[in-house]
């Protein structure tokens, strides 16, 4: 029996599609999703186009798979979010944690095309849900809450992964508590949300 290898058995391929996206995530990390291309992963990877391509049709299947591995990465930094109480208090705090921490892939997922997350959606209604049975709140006042905290929450992300060193995580704690509690009261005492509109100072109000 000879040592050799066999000719006729496939050769396995040096570049995986786990080793290209891992890649294409470094380079957002670092650079930016305007940094993404295939030269550029190529000059990472020290190869040509051709492990690339051999593994994916084009850039946006990769892209795609990038998108997919970031969420997976967004989801294990949310992993246990339900087990704290509030529940949404302690996503909010971990993904302006994330804005801060990781702020090109926070750009990617939340800041590029899509809008809101799906992951970040799933896991804010999880949460609400625990919101829903810690406070006594039916389900359309969970939801209430729901829409009214997200752009804030999102406006808040937005803040802290262009100027991070402007907001101290007490200063973001305490807000957040204040949004929440406001939120709660209004729910409590039932009354009605009125919308203003503006309207030129000295004309008398519509009625």
């Known amino acids: 029996c000879s040592d050799d290898q066999d000719d006729t058995m ?48 084009n850039m946006d299947e990769l892209a795609a798979d990038v998108r997919r591995a970031v969420e997976l990465r ?26 801060r921490d990781e702020p090109n892939l926070f750009h990617f997922l939340f800041l590029e095309s899509r809008g809101r997350d799906g992951v970040a959606d799933d896991i804010a209604r999880a949460c609400l849900r625990q919101t829903e049975r810690s406070f006594n709140l039916a ?48 729910l409590k005492s039932g009354r009605k949300v009125i919308d203003v509109e503006p309207e030129p100072v000295g004309r008398p109000r519509q009625e």
């Open 139 to 186: 389900p359309e006042q969970a939801e209430f809450i729901y829409f009214q905290l997200w752009p804030f929450l999102c406006g808040i992300t937005l803040l802290c992964n262009k100027d991070p060193e402007v907001y101290s995580d007490s200063y973001i704690s305490r807000l957040l508590s204040v949004q929440f509690q406001a939120l709660l009261m209004l």
């Open 10 to 57: 496939p050769r396995q391929a040096r570049f995986t599609k786990e080793m290209i996206c891992g890649v294409a995530i470094d380079i957002i990390r670092e650079e930016g999703s305007a940094a993404l291309s295939s030269r550029n992963i190529c000059s990472k990877m020290g190869c040509s186009v051709s492990p690339i391509f051999r593994e994916y049709a």
């Open 74 to 99: 967004f989801g294990e930094y949310m992993a246990g979010v339900t087990d704290f109480e509030p529940a949404f208090k302690e996503m909010a705090v971990r993904m302006v944690r994330f804005s």
